[in-house]
């Protein structure tokens, strides 16, 4: 089974570690790269995390924070992605997680009487 995988975002560490402290300090670096952010949009990067981030912001954010990718996204283990144990179907076997000893019953159907 392959292990689910996650991530935490460190950019508001490294921008500390670099002397930058306001999100706003990234504005200026990435319009000299071509890069065109609004206030709102780099402060959402900076203290978000972000789900999808172009290639060319991330490779522009470790060129002005000189910094490589680890140092930004450290890769972690998905909570909730411990092993469940497989469930025996029609096996019979008492399910303990849910509804216990409740069974649904076995519908009769009579036959119509004229």
Excluded at 53 to 59: D, R, V
Excluded at 85 to 111: F, Q, V, W, Y
Aim: overall charge positive.
């Amino acid at each position: 089974m392959t292990a689910k995988l996650d991530y935490r975002w460190h950019l508001r560490k490294v921008m500390a570690d670099r002397g930058m402290f306001s999100t706003t300090d990234l504005i200026p670096p990435l319009a000299e790269r071509g890069i065109t952010l609004s206030t709102s949009q780099v402060y959402r990067l900076a203290v978000e995390r972000p789900e999808r981030l172009s290639l060319k912001i991330l490779m522009a954010m470790l060129d002005i924070l000189d910094c490589r990718m680890d140092d930004l996204i450290e890769p972690i283990a998905a909570a909730g992605a411990a092993k469940k144990p497989k469930k025996a179907a029609a096996s019979g076997a008492a399910n303990t997680d849910g509804i216990g000893d409740l069974r649904p019953k076995r519908a009769r159907i009579a036959g119509i009487t004229p």
